[in-house]
């Protein structure tokens, strides 16, 4: 009975294995075929023109300094109140 249930635990987990890498070379498949199709369509010089928007280029990283840190004030010790 064990052995069974081992049996159709490894069974199940390869068929689910072997489905999920399917689909997945089923969708690489035709994102490569896409990109095939874009790479004819820039050759041939067919491409549409991007918007300025999508072209303007990404401002320089800013160089920031490190700042010092104000030195810490002395505590002042405070007063002992005596309790009457």
């Known amino acids: 009975m064990l052995s069974t249930a081992i049996t ?3 069974t199940l987990t390869g068929m689910i294995a072997a489905a999920s890498i399917a689909h997945s070379l089923r969708d690489a498949r035709v994102l490569y075929l896409r990109l095939v199709r ?3 369509v820039m050759r041939a ?4 023109q ?8 990404r401002t320089s990283p800013r160089r920031i300094v490190a700042t010092r ?3 810490m004030l002395r505590q002042q010790p405070l007063p002992a109140f005596a309790a009457a």
Do not use: D, N, Y
């Open 38 to 40: 874009e790479g004819e």
């Open 45 to 48: 010089g067919l491409a549409l």
């Open 8 to 10: 159709v635990l490894f």
């Open 69 to 71: 840190r104000p030195a």
């Open 50 to 57: 991007a918007s300025a928007v999508e072209m303007s280029l």
